[in-house]
């Protein structure tokens, strides 16, 4: 199974790079130097955000492994992996605890202390780790292969847990 790594950044990506193209198109019919440079850049610049969003996680019998277009990278055998879970990305105190930020699944090939998610999450996106935006969907997928429970990392209580996801 594949999946978008962050389907909404991938969608609001798109959106801007449209946006900032058609704005450049516009600009240069015009003969504006200034805003088509401008234009240009930030065209340039959601394109490489929307390159990097649209890469995909793919899971199977084998583990996980990023991949764009045609392309397979960074391979994770499900041996080889030693934690899967849920990181939430506003690790901060808050009042309402109704209030989450965006939730990833992560798979790590060593296990970590409470200590290292918390750095994690702080500093996002993992360089090693394989991850992708959460949804009840994408982790009945994981739990298919992954025999274990994942760790609710940033969510102690699963009472809320099911309370917040429960569709």
């Known amino acids: 199974m594949r999946y978008l790594i962050n389907p909404v950044k991938a969608l609001l990506s798109l959106f801007a790079f449209i946006l900032f193209l058609f704005l450049f198109v516009v600009s240069f019919q015009s003969h504006k130097i200034i805003p088509m440079v401008l234009y240009a850049v930030l065209s340039v610049v959601y394109f490489l955000l929307l390159c990097h969003f649209t890469k995909y996680l793919e ?3 084998n583990g996980v492994r990023n991949r764009f277009l045609w392309k397979s990278y960074n391979e994770l055998s499900w041996d080889k992996i030693q934690e899967v879970g849920i990181a939430n990305m506003k690790v901060m105190k808050n009042a309402e605890r109704t209030k989450v930020g965006e939730l990833y699944l992560y798979f790590s090939p060593e296990s970590m202390t409470e200590k ?52």
């Open 116 to 167: 290292e998610r918390f750095h994690m999450c702080l500093n996002w996106p993992p360089k090693e780790k394989r991850y992708m935006r959460y949804s009840v969907k994408r982790l009945k997928a994981v739990q298919k292969y992954w025999e274990e429970k994942p760790v609710l990392a940033w969510l102690k209580e699963e009472a809320y847990l099911d309370r917040y996801f429960r569709r």
């Open 59 to 61: 899971i199977d019998e």
